[in-house]
């Protein structure tokens, strides 16, 4: 068939109602076989995985909101997702930014446990539950389920904060020292995170990797530690589009923040680990930053804890109000020469918070004789 005969085709299909019908039916089941068929070939299989089972009960906040918070829990960490609502979804805790957070679960066997998640659902409204079990091995399925429901509900979003519901973070120490500050083309298809170059692929451990898998003793791609990644949302629809698609590997950080990102290309990673070292996995290096520095002068804005514990004891110390001296009282006993106390030196470190009285001393000693007896 010549163009012309085609042409001539078309303008008589156009042109005379009967074919005009016959045109449109054609087409509508040339488009429904497509449709169907790239549905059974393409998205159902790996789709099926992280169905939603159990949803939030509403949008994705409103246009005020600052970021949304993901964060990845257990289904029977009550306790912790009862913290974070305080910590995180809480306004009066951090004003004055908004944030949405949203906890990501999976399914379960034990009835009892259901029944407590869709009380706590109907309650809050804020948990995602996904077919899938709720197992370590899962939690990659759990992250493309993330993605899945920011894609369908929140792709408007400013930012998208991913937690482990171990994870403190200092709100708004992060707004204003951190991400306020964040030159734009760093807010443009970017990861911020601890970043792992050229990490090697453990064979030993709760995390082993058998050869079969991955068989390169080192990953050829930078990924991050997953406990806090921020993600900016031009990536969110990418990221769900290739993490259906492509192979799931079991290690969920190296799966979503290297694997993925590999595929979709140009994807920009900026290191939180060092210069200036924001974040940290180690809860010690943390609380030693905090007292040595104080809560302010520390760069560090997170850190992955130990457990409840620690948590409980950080949001008390930023919720707390500022006291208008540091002060730290220190005796020192003094002897004498064959060993009797003599004496007691007292060091009250009366460190000045308010610049209102930076012209008060900064160190108080005193000196308390002991009479002789
Ligand atoms: C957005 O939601 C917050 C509560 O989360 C509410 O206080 C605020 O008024 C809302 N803003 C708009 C524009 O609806
Ligand atoms: C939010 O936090 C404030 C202050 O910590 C507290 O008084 C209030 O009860 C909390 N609101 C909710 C709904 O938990
Ligand atoms: C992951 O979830 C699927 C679907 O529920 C389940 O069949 C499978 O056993 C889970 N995998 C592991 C390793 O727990
Ligand atoms: C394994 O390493 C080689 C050399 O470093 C690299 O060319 C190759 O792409 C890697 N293979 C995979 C699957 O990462």
């Not at 609502?85 to 004003?95: E, G, I, L, Q, V």
């Not at 894609?151 to 519901?165: E, M, Y």
């Not at 020292?177 to 451990?205: D, P």
Request: charged content about 20%.
């Amino acid at each position: 068939m010549s163009v012309q005969e085609i042409i001539m085709v078309c303008i008589t299909y156009r042109t005379f109602l009967p074919f005009r019908i016959l045109f449109i039916i054609h087409q509508f089941i040339v488009a429904s076989c497509l449709c169907v068929c790239s549905c059974v070939y393409v998205c159902v299989p790996s789709d099926e995985l992280t169905e939603i089972t159990m949803n939030t009960n509403d949008e994705c906040g409103n246009s005020s909101i600052d970021a949304v918070v993901v964060v990845h829990t257990s289904a029977d960490h009550f306790k912790r997702r009862e913290r974070f609502r305080m910590a995180y979804s809480n306004y009066s805790n951090t004003k004055p930014y908004r944030l949405k957070v949203v906890f990501l679960i999976g399914s379960v066997l034990d009835a009892n446990l259901q029944i407590q998640l869709e009380r706590e659902n109907m309650m809050y409204g804020d948990t995602v539950v996904g077919s899938f079990l709720d197992t370590y091995q899962n939690l990659t399925l759990k992250a493309v389920m993330g993605f899945r429901w920011l894609a369908s509900t929140c792709p408007n979003v400013k930012l998208l904060i991913k937690l482990d519901d171990d994870v403190f973070i200092d709100v708004r120490k992060f707004f204003t020292n951190y991400w306020e500050k964040v030159a734009s083309n760093n807010k443009k298809r970017t990861i911020h995170c601890l970043v792992w170059h050229n990490a090697r692929v453990g064979r030993t451990g709760k995390w082993k990797v058998e050869k079969g898998l991955f068989a390169n003793a080192s990953y050829p791609f930078p990924y991050c530690a997953g406990f806090l990644t921020l993600v900016t949302p031009d990536l969110i629809e990418p990221m769900y589009t290739y993490g259906k698609s492509i192979d799931f590997f079991w290690i969920d950080d190296v799966f979503l923040y290297g694997m993925i990102p590999s595929v979709i290309q140009g994807v920009n990673f900026v290191q939180l680990g060092h210069n200036p070292r924001v974040m940290t996995q180690n809860y010690k290096e943390y609380k030693q930053c905090r007292e040595s520095k104080g809560v302010d002068k520390c760069p560090l804005w997170a850190t992955l804890t130990n457990g409840e514990d620690e948590i409980d004891q950080e949001f008390a110390i930023i919720s707390a109000p500022k006291p208008v001296f540091d002060k730290t009282v220190t005796t020192k006993k003094q002897y004498s020469k064959d060993n009797k106390q003599t004496g007691l030196i007292i060091t009250s470190n009366l460190s000045p918070v308010n610049t209102q009285q930076k012209n008060l001393p900064s160190i108080n000693k005193v000196f308390v004789k002991i009479k002789q007896v």
